[in-house]
């Protein structure tokens, strides 16, 4: 609906596991994010890509690998995670003066 | 970004138009003035922008008053589905690399 999709919408895994969340988006932007949203605390940055290139990683533990592979895709590999990131794992792209849109997320629950 | 205030919660009769405010009386003169919402368990939702002047589009209206320290949004037939939580950002045009900061918003309820 927003033109940014996200896979898988649910996703469970254990400590050891490695896995990888997808996004993809058909509205031609330039920048995607991902975001993670916990109960009960802001959004918080993780990654942000320029015309396929990081330009941000907000201290973000190296458990989470992003990947861009072009302008339209987004990757967050994940191994190794604690059950502390368990969270909405939301990817977005920017468009002119700087609105965002919004993929569905992918709830994450690590056991 | 600058500071913004909202009401916590407000509820709405199905049919009848919402009118959200919020208050940003630090705007500076490059800061936009956003609005998005979140339906429970679901990513953000972009609805509306503006700089001065007044914003239509599918989705909803912006009203930005003249010194744009207050503005107002309208979704014009709110129906059930419309339930949600508003925030209102306001925010410089290239902050592109900063993230968006969600306040605590307004608890918008729809009753049938």
């Known amino acids: 609906e927003t033109g940014v999709t996200q896979t898988p919408r649910h996703l469970v895994m254990g400590m050891t596991n490695k896995k990888s969340l997808k996004c993809e988006q058909h509205l031609g932007h330039n920048a995607m994010y991902w975001y993670k949203q916990s109960a009960k605390k802001p959004l918080e940055l993780m990654f942000v890509?320029?015309?396929?290139?990081?330009?941000e990683n907000n201290s973000v533990p190296s458990r989470f690998s992003p990947e861009c592979p072009n302008s339209s895709h987004l990757f967050l590999h994940l191994h190794t995670l604690q059950p502390e990131d368990s969270a909405l794992y939301l990817c977005?792209?920017?468009?002119?003066?700087?609105?965002?849109?919004f993929g569905p997320g992918t709830r994450l629950t690590v056991l | 970004d600058a500071k913004t205030t909202q009401p916590t919660s407000m509820d709405c009769a199905e049919g009848r138009a919402a009118n959200l405010p919020c208050n940003h009386s630090t705007i500076s003169g490059n800061e936009y003035v956003y609005w998005y919402r979140q339906i429970h368990s679901q990513g953000p939702q972009y609805i509306i922008h503006g700089l001065k002047n007044n914003e239509t589009n599918e989705m909803a209206s912006l009203i930005i008053t003249e010194d744009r320290k207050s503005s107002t949004l309208i979704l014009p037939h709110a129906t059930l589905r419309d339930t949600a939580v508003y925030y209102c950002i306001v925010r410089g045009w290239n902050s592109g690399n900063t993230p968006l900061v969600f306040g605590k918003g307004t608890r918008l309820s729809v009753i049938a």
């Open positions: 890509y320029n015309f396929k290139e990081q330009t």
């Open positions: 977005a792209s920017r468009g002119g003066t700087d609105t965002q849109y």
